[in-house]
Structures are given as C-alpha cells and as structure tokens.
C-alpha cells in the first residue's frame, strides 16, 4: 500500500451493529421515537431499520481477489471509517477520504439531524453507509467496482492514499 493508490467502498446494508448506544440516545430517548414508529425518511418503522441484517463481504472479496490485486482490507465497524481504516496503513501513510462520493443512508442522516450530532462524530461512530473498504492500485479501480456491480454491490470510488510525515495513519475527510 502506498500513496495514490485508491480506496473502494463497498455499501452497507445500514448500522450494521455499531453505534446502537448513540442510536438509542438520539432516536428513542431524545427524539422519543419507538421501534414501531413510522420514521417518513426512512420509509417505513424504525425498528425495521435497525434491524436490518449486517452485510458479510466473504464471498465478494474472494471474487475481487480473482479480479486484481486488493492491498488493504478494512470492514467498517465500531469507531467508524475514522477508527477502522487506519488499521491497515502501513507506516508514513494516510488517506484522504471524499465526502459526498457515496450516499449516506437515510438512517444516518435521521441520527444526525435529529441529535444535531458532529458530523465528526458521525463518520468516527457509524460506517456511515460504507461497511468495507478496499485499497488497489489506481489502475484497478474501474475493474474492481465493475466486479463488485457485477456481484451485486455498490460500489464507490471514495478516496486515495497519502503520504504523512508520521507512522499513524489519519484519515482525512474532503468535500
């Protein structure tokens, strides 16, 4: 893994099962819904939302790695895009990560709005709709989402690797 090589997010199927603390805080105590109530930005009842099951990605990244060569993986859990990818930079790198290059699931945008939560927070708590990221050489990153689509999956061209001048790896956020 090195600098200017591209990260891939594949989407979430929602929370997954991550950040139902700040979830029930903001939802059910503050905003003082319930499971059954009808939340019109997410097109039906709440609890149906959450309980939306965790994607597993085994058998697409057994497929993707049929199609190039995937030098990082990360799965988006507790801590967020934030917390979960610099676990596999290797030392002096980073990335940049494009906000708006994916769309946020309409779960995150009813906790943010409704709990005027950071939207720091947001991205260092939730997967914010991306629940695995990929990094490959920028000259495989048409071939990989193509693969993915193809497999069924979204699949989102979200950022690039940089360079840092020290050994922890920061993701930074654009746009």
């Not at 709005?113 to 997967?127: K, Q, S």
């Not at 999956?153 to 050994?167: L, N, P």
Request: glycine share 10%; aromatic share 6%.
């Amino acid at each position: 893994m090195e600098p200017h090589d591209a990260v891939i997010g594949l989407a979430s199927s929602g929370v997954h099962s991550n950040g139902f603390s700040l979830v029930r805080k903001v939802l059910l105590e503050r905003s003082k819904l319930t499971v059954e109530s009808i939340v019109p930005e997410l097109g039906g009842p709440l609890g149906e939302t959450l309980l939306t099951p965790t994607r597993i990605y085994a058998k697409q990244i057994l497929s993707l790695m049929e199609t190039a060569p995937i030098k990082g993986i990360a799965h988006i859990t507790g801590g967020g895009i934030t917390d979960n990818l610099p676990r596999v930079f290797p030392a002096r790198c980073g990335a940049r990560i494009r906000r708006g290059s994916w769309p946020v699931l309409p779960i995150f945008q009813a906790i943010q709005a409704r709990g005027a939560v950071a939207l720091d927070e947001m991205y260092r708590v939730f997967n914010m709709g991306i629940g695995l990221i990929l990094v490959v050489a920028p000259e495989h990153v048409d071939r990989v989402i193509a693969k993915a689509v193809e497999l069924g999956d979204q699949a989102y061209h979200i950022g690039e690797m940089v360079a840092q001048t020290t050994d922890e790896g920061v993701v930074e956020y654009v746009g």
